[in-house]
């Protein structure tokens, strides 16, 4: 439906979900900033998978205080990424505070992934 509440509108069904890609080429342990929250939001969840064999383990931080600040896990243990896709709906650290930072953190690449798309998926009240 058309209106301001429709799902066309400004503020119906769906207009408070953001949602963040990231792609990382040639993966390897470390971590990438990956840029600010605008807005106070909360995840809801993290779909990731790999290019080619075998797979690739991380975790989102977010950083308060700026891209330097002390890091702080999203998930409650790391998503490990592979060809089959891999995703995680109940992140142990979901409420994010405008203007946090966040940061992928890759702590172990196996085999010989080149790619690695990660997706979360966000809302704001």
Known sequence: ???ATGAQGVTG???????MHVPVTNPAVGGRLLGMVEEACTVTQIDAAVDV???????IEERAGGPTGAPTNILSSDLVADV??????SPGNAL???????YID????TGSPTYLSATMK???P
Do not use: C
Request: a negative charge; proline letters at 0%.
């Open 122 to 124: 966000m809302t704001v």
């Open 106 to 109: 890759i702590s172990a690449k």
């Open 53 to 59: 064999a075998t797979s690739i383990a991380f975790n």
């Open 13 to 19: 069904a769906g207009t408070n979900v953001r949602v």
């Open 84 to 89: 089959d896709g891999a995703q995680d709906d």
């Open 1 to 3: 439906s058309t209106g």
């Open 96 to 102: 994010l505070a405008a203007g946090s930072w966040l």
